[in-house]
């Protein structure tokens, strides 16, 4: 997918002024973050199962060649076959041969952020193979053509009256013709269309939230049942994934279970959990004849044992989104690229490179709840700055910017030369402001008044006024 | 030139040091035998490690706290009559599919010669299906199944309805111990591999808040889920 | 205690009350306070804009101005931890800077959690007439864990009422340059803080950081709101004669 990440200043004005998108992100403290902390308060062991659940992340990092090699013995011991990508142009090619070796027409889909990393559902219908979504919210915005704006509710920007109107225009050609009000109809609705393609199918392709070394298994969550009817019903599975899914045991992956959903959606366990090995077994009556891993890399080896290396071990629940200022004032589109909020500023730049992705570490005021919710405690501000620094080193970035951080770094060190150009700047903005409090607009500082006043220094620095103090004998 | 896999797997290894490779393999190997609660390993919640009444009490619980019903019985015959009953109550039509499965042999349907009841696995007509589990985990409400020629997981997906026939004695307090239990299975083959195609933890019916963050249950999954428990413990317990 | 006072480049430059007041209840409490002369900026903005080797050289001109005193108090949790927290990693590895800049982390406190947490103080004699809100810095709440310690000192002020806001653990969009850099998203970030602060009724609000406080001060001015806003250390001191940030002469609120 082709990042928009350098119009993010522009991808956020719009996101700002529009009326659905805000009204869609309201009240999402109420609801996800409440549910999150509900969750949480109920689970006395939940800070010790996060603790265990980075350790164990930070091991398979320590081992992750070993650990992939015994995955894909057992994977293929289950009958199945693993295929390494390093690119998403040769991982959505893997699929589409894939599909042909079958001759499929349609592919039933769970949702898979690897696949929009790929683009995939664009390439299979340039190559007369058709994509269909399953999870709703992901039916949703491939009906309107859109790209997912949140890592687990891809939809959550579309207002109800936005979906009443895409299914009114999308399910005629079903034969539905009333425009529907409410959302259950809604589900009914889609439900009642999707239901057959599932059988239709010929490949269903899955995400794959952890895959597991001990029994070569891929673990799929969902709420709705979509991913299991997506892998059960069709000819192929394929499950797409990336290197550093990787656990060690199945102990291991119930432990990072227990805190998926309780931080995702504040749920004590997602609705359907499913391990699947392999292919259909000889005495089976249902399952995929054949059953297929796709290994994505794009980039992401580059960052073991690195100085992003703890990114690797974002277990993609979504809550760093939920719990930012600056995702939740504009949406996952504004980031530009598939990974949006914390998560997705850290991830970007590494996967599409920092001079595109710039702007998505700096949108950050380092408030750090996205690292005090992570229910791995990445330390996602630390990476960020990171970032900046190696942005400030590569000189990208606005000149003016830089420049001005080094001129006030210059000042800072040079205390004498830093009260000067203080007082005559405080003392500008004394003269401009009058008698006014706050000043409707300073020179330089657009970003800042475009909706605030400035406040008007008191007048005479601290230190100036200290020294005067106590020169004239007020102590120590 | 070398393959995406070697690529991929040797960039990996130059990250880690190549001299840190047989290390690495022996932490593996280590690492891959700490399976099952014992001390020192992932650290387990206390909630549902509690006597087997009291694991009872907690499923129920937790399960209807995710809009699953369950119904307590006590013995297999009154199996039959509480599905039949569970049907009538919402309307639902006196036929299922069901779980080859021999555990479903032992409950005597032919008292409730009403309920049709085709073996097999679920095809898109089917509005019930009954399934046994392998084994229901107290914590959380869940129920495991898993696949095999008796037990095909459409059964757990397509029908409108699943209903589960539980015995008390599969309630377990942690997910854990259900692992343990397919480790013990016998391998398929030589070399130990015991999983079954799929392994399904459902807990509660199919549901979803994607349109208008209101949550609704029947997504694509089983609009309803409902548990029979056969309170088969010993009373005295 | 010999104790040093940073002031903060904020309090220094935009509102030099605020260091009289922490002065003042530094002195009541039984200090003696020092202000070293070599004091400018913690470097928390080269540090944050990626420019780690300024950040570097501000924090050796800072330790080095301030390392020999028993403690170094600053009204600003977030100079405070860029101080306690980020000197140190960024003198990581470094065998000279390194243990001193540990040596400073470990004797630099936020005013207000040093008057509770190290001085054992529980109330102070200051009255304040008012509906108060109070809003928690980002960097004070989760890097110093500042939450009980500034509601437990105004509870003791005589004639306030505290309500707490909504949302109150939810960032007022600051964030030191990114206020200026990405200004619409930063507005509407302080838009949204606003309207929880305001929804509690109060006609004041406090806090314990300066940058947080001329955010929300400047974005209640230009909504035209009649709430005040002051740092807490004002309140704490009995200094609040002088205008509320943003506010003019002619509007004093106290």
Redesign the interface.
């Known amino acids: 997918m082709k990042p928009t990440s350098r119009a993010f ?1 522009q991808n ?2 719009e996101a ?1 002024g529009d009326k659905n998108l805000q009204e869609a992100l309201s009240d999402l ?1 109420g609801g996800f973050v409440q549910g999150r902390l509900n969750a949480v308060n109920k689970l006395p062991e939940f800070d010790q199962l996060r603790d265990a659940g980075r350790d164990i992340k930070h091991h398979v990092l320590e081992n992750l060649d070993v650990y992939l090699e015994i995955f894909e013995e057992k994977v293929v011991a289950n009958g199945g076959q693993v295929h390494w990508c390093r690119s998403p142009e040769d991982a959505r090619q893997k699929v589409l041969e894939l599909c042909r070796s079958i001759d499929a027409k349609t592919v039933t889909k769970g949702k898979s952020m690897i696949g929009e990393e790929m683009d995939l559902n664009h390439f299979l219908e340039g190559h007369a193979v058709e994509p269909i979504e399953t999870d709703f919210g992901e039916y949703i915005i491939q009906l309107a053509d859109e790209r997912p704006s949140h890592i687990i509710a891809p939809a959550i920007h579309k207002t109800k009256e936005q979906v009443a109107d895409l299914f009114h225009e999308h399910h005629q050609k079903y034969g539905k013709s009333a425009r529907l009000e409410e959302p259950r109809d809604m589900l009914d609705e889609a439900r009642e269309i999707l239901r057959p393609k599932y059988i239709e199918a010929d490949v269903g392709i899955t995400g794959a939230n952890f895959m597991i070394a001990e029994t070569g298994s891929t673990v799929i969550v969902t709420n709705e049942g979509n991913g299991d009817l997506t892998q059960t019903l069709a000819k192929m599975h394929i499950a797409l994934a990336t290197p550093e899914k990787i656990v060690p045991t199945l102990d291991d992956a119930t432990t990072l279970l227990r805190i998926l959903a309780r931080s995702a959606t504040g749920q004590e366990m997602s609705v359907y959990t499913t391990f699947s090995s392999g292919n259909k077994r000889p005495d089976d009556l249902d399952g995929p004849a054949s059953y297929h891993v796709v290994i994505l890399d794009n980039g992401r080896t580059d960052m073991v044992g690195g100085d992003f290396n703890d990114m690797l071990t974002c277990i993609k629940c979504g809550a760093c989104l939920m719990h930012c ?2 995702w939740t ?2 949406g996952g589109h504004a980031y530009g690229w598939v990974y949006p909020g914390p998560m997705g500023s850290v991830l970007t730049p590494n996967l599409v490179g920092l001079e595109e992705a710039c702007h998505l570490p ?8 996205c ?2 919710i992570c229910p791995q405690k990445i330390p996602l501000p ?1 990476m960020l ?1 990171k ?7 590569a000189r990208l970035g606005p000149p003016q ?2 420049m001005g ?2 001129l ?2 210059w ?3 040079r ?1 004498a030369l ?1 009260r000067l150009a ?1 007082s005559l ?2 003392g500008a903005l004394r003269l401009m402001a009058g ?4 000043l ?1 607009s300073v020179p330089l ?14 007048g ?4 100036q ?3 005067a103090k ?1 020169r004239a004998g007020g ?2 | 030139m070398s393959s995406a896999r070697d690529d991929i797997l040797g960039r990996i290894r130059g990250k880690l040091g190549a001299d840190k490779r047989d290390a690495s393999e022996q932490a593996v190997a280590e690492r891959l035998k700490r399976t099952g609660p014992q001390p020192g390993q992932n650290p387990i919640p206390a909630r549902g490690q509690l006597a087997a009444p009291e694991r009872l009490a907690l499923f129920r619980e937790m399960a209807e706290a995710v809009d699953a019903t369950v119904a307590v019985v006590g013995s297999l015959d009154d199996v039959p009559t509480s599905v039949t009953g569970y049907l009538a109550e919402n309307n639902l039509p006196a036929e299922a599919v069901m779980s080859p499965d021999a555990r479903m042999d032992e409950i005597p349907w032919a008292d409730q010669p009403l309920l049709t009841l085709r073996r097999g696995r679920a095809e898109d007509a089917d509005a019930v299906g009954i399934t046994p589990v392998n084994a229901a985990i107290a914590e959380t409400g869940t129920l495991m199944m898993t696949s095999g020629a008796e037990t095909p997981v459409t059964l757990n997906f397509m029908p409108d309805t699943h209903i589960a026939i539980v015995q008390a004695s599969q309630i377990v307090g942690t997910y854990e111990e259900t692992w343990g239990e397919l480790r013990g299975r016998t391998p398929r083959d030589g070399d130990g591999n015991f999983m079954p195609r799929a392994v399904n933890w459902v807990t509660g019916p199919s549901r979803s808040a994607d349109i208008a963050k209101t949550l609704f249950l029947g997504a694509h999954g089983p609009r309803r889920l409902h548990i029979v428990v056969v309170d088969d413990n010993d009373e005295k317990t | 205690m010999k104790v040093a006072m940073f ?1 903060t ?1 904020l ?7 605020v ?2 007041a922490a ?1 003042k209840l530094l002195e009541d409490a039984g200090c ?4 070293p ?5 913690c ?1 928390q ?8 080797d ?2 570097k ?2 924090a050796r ?1 800072v330790i080095e101005a301030f390392e020999e005193y028993e403690a170094v108090i600053a009204p600003s949790g977030s100079c405070t931890g860029m101080i306690s927290h980020h000197y140190p ?1 960024l003198f990581e590895g470094d065998e000279i800077w390194g243990p001193r800049a540990e040596a400073l982390a470990a004797k630099t406190f936020e005013l207000v959690s040093y008057l509770t947490d190290q001085l054992g103080v529980e109330a102070v004699t200051a009255a304040y007439q008012g509906e108060v809100t109070y809003h928690d810095a ?2 004070g709440l ?2 110093l864990g500042i939450r009980d310690q500034p509601r437990k000192l105004l509870a003791s002020v005589d004639g306030l009422n505290l309500s707490e806001a ?2 109150r ?3 007022c ?20 803080k606003t309207a929880a602060l305001g929804s509690t009724g109060a006609t004041t609000v406090l806090g314990g950081d300066l940058g947080c406080l ?2 929300i ?3 209640l ?2 909504e035209g709101s009649p709430i005040s806003v002051r740092h807490i250390a004002e309140v704490l001191a009995g200094m609040t004669d ?10 004093d609120g106290s």
Not at chain 1, 362 to 369: D, I, K, V, W, Y
Not at chain 3, 11 to 17: K, N, Q
């Open positions: 200043k956020a004005h700002l403290e200022p600056v004032a504009i700096n949108a950050s005021t380092f408030c750090g709840r690292q005090e630390r700055r970032h900046r620094e190696n942005a400030f080193t910017e830089r951080i080094a006030w770094a000042l800072a060190k205390p830093y203080t700047a405080t008698k006014r409090g706050s409707k500082a657009g970003g800042w008044t475009h909706s605030r006043n400035m406040p008007t220094p008191q005479g620095t601290f230190m006024q200290i020294k106590r102590a120590p | 002031v480049c309090v220094d430059l935009f509102r030099p009350s260091g009289f002065l003696t306070v020092y202000v002369e070599a004091q400018t900026c470097g903005p080269a540090y944050n804009s990626g420019a780690r300024e950040a050289a501000i001109q990693a980002c960097s989760r890097e909504p949302e653990d939810v960032c969009g600051f964030g030191g340059t990114f206020s200026a850099k990405y200004g619409e998203v930063s507005g509407a970030i302080v838009t949204a001329v955010n001060a400047g974005r001015q230009r002088t205008p509320a940030i943003g506010a003019s002469d002619a509007e």
